[in-house]
């Protein structure tokens, strides 16, 4: 069964630092590239960055170029994101996914990002 449990969301101060994990089941990270996504509430679901499937390229959007770090561990099936210098808007749902069609969703992990 393919699951993906992200955690590691939380509150933190403006200017703060949080890492994200993202536990993969039922699939292999090696195998895929794997995608970053937030989402505020009401809002579309905002492409944060991607690791490639080799693991060695990484892309990030605009929004969070320069402030974000996305790496996986291959032999503990995770991926993780970290994001440094937050801002307010940054207050997102973060999940992770297969860089695949149909996207497969988590419960995604809470990070909200006080002034």
């Known amino acids: 069964q393919v699951q993906l449990v992200e955690s590691g969301g939380g509150v933190v101060e403006a200017g703060g630092s949080l890492r994200l994990s993202c536990v993969v089941s039922?699939?292999?990270?090696?195998?895929?590239?794997m995608d970053w996504f937030r989402r505020a509430p009401g809002k579309e679901r905002e492409w944060v960055g991607q690791?490639?499937?080799?693991?060695?390229?990484?892309h990030d959007a605009d929004s969070v170029k320069g402030r974000l770090t996305i790496s996986r561990d291959v032999a503990k099936n995770r991926v993780y994101l970290q994001m440094n210098s937050l801002r307010p808007d940054d207050t997102d749902v973060y999940y992770c996914?297969?860089?695949?069609?149909?996207?497969?969703w988590g419960q995604g992990t809470q990070v909200t990002v006080s002034s």
């Open positions: 690791i490639s499937r080799s693991g060695g390229v990484t």
């Open positions: 996914t297969f860089a695949i069609l149909p996207p497969f």
């Open positions: 039922g699939r292999n990270v090696s195998d895929y590239s």
